[in-house]
């Protein structure tokens, strides 16, 4: 029997109402590529449970992250949670936060992890999905620490967008989707960051084994072909 998890984030949060209280605590969670877990239903029974299916699209600025992500979307239904575009919309709804976080991503630098941890939890556990594109998350190694340890999840599989810096200015110059960020002063300072405090996130996922390496130059087609396989591998397994 297939049931749908209904968060990812309660076996490190038992005190949240879910299926997934029930899993056992000790359970390797997100093994890669595995999707369904035996657990004990309130009667004791054991059953298959459908675990979510995380990937973590990670790349530097212009990389094309989301433009990858939705034709991931469109070709194998995943659901595309834009760490950036949660960000920019919580500043349209929480005056609190408002100038925190666009004074950060004005300078080039990373958003406190609760809070983006927090909204994309927040997503997960609102969306129908099992499948999710985490795009542009996690940006540090407090940013995957706080990951974990909040929902005690971790990604199956990581996919990095390597492109040239100069292909990146280049891209992010000519964006023009009126963002903050797309200017050649804060692209310096994101360059930056993404040196000293990302690569360091892509070089762990590439030391555990999970990081699938993309050469983000081409075009969009091109580089999706690149991309495609490593989904079609794994539909079967993660339907
Ligand atoms: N393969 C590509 N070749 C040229 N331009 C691209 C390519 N992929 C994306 N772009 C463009 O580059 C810009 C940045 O892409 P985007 O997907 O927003 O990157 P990211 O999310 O990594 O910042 C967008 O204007 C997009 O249309
Ligand atoms: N995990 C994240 C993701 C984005 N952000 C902020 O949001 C900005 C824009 O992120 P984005 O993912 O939309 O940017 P792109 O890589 O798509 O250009 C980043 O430069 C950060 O300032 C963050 O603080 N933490
Ligand atoms: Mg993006």
Redesign the pocket.
């Known amino acids: 029997m297939w049931r749908r998890v209904a968060s990812v984030f309660t076996l490190l949060a038992p005190s949240r109402s879910s299926v997934l209280n029930k899993v056992p605590h000790n359970l390797k969670f997100l093994e890669v590529f595995a999707t369904e877990v035996m657990t004990p239903t309130e009667d004791g029974v054991l059953s298959k449970v459908k675990t979510p299916f995380i990937t973590f699209v990670l790349?530097?600025?212009?990389?094309?992250?989301?433009?990858?992500c939705l034709k991931i979307v469109e070709s194998f239904g995943f659901t595309h949670l834009?760490a950036?575009d949660l960000l920019r919309k919580e500043t349209s709804t929480n005056a609190k936060f408002c100038d925190m976080i666009n004074d950060t991503i004005k300078e080039g630098g990373i958003v406190p992890s609760e809070l983006t941890v927090k909204l994309i939890q927040g997503a997960i556990d609102s969306s129908e999905n099992y499948k999710f594109l985490i795009?542009?998350f996690p940006r540090s190694e407090e940013n995957r620490s706080a990951f974990e340890k909040i929902t005690g999840a971790e990604p199956n599989i990581v996919l990095f967008?390597d492109c040239p810096e100069e292909e990146m200015v280049r891209?992010?110059l000519?964006?023009?989707?009126g963002r903050l960020d797309d200017n050649i002063d804060t692209m310096k300072k994101r360059l930056k960051t993404f040196t000293a405090l990302s690569l360091p996130v892509i070089n762990y996922y590439s030391e555990k084994g999970k990081l699938l390496k993309i050469n983000?130059?081409?075009?969009?087609d091109?580089?999706f072909e690149q991309v495609r396989p490593v989904f079609a591998k794994y539909e079967k397994e993660i339907r």
Request: no cysteine; net charge negative; proline share 4%.
């Open positions: 790349g530097g600025p212009g990389s094309g992250k989301g433009t990858q834009s950036g795009d542009g967008f891209r992010v000519s964006r023009n989707e983000a130059v081409g075009t969009e091109e580089v």
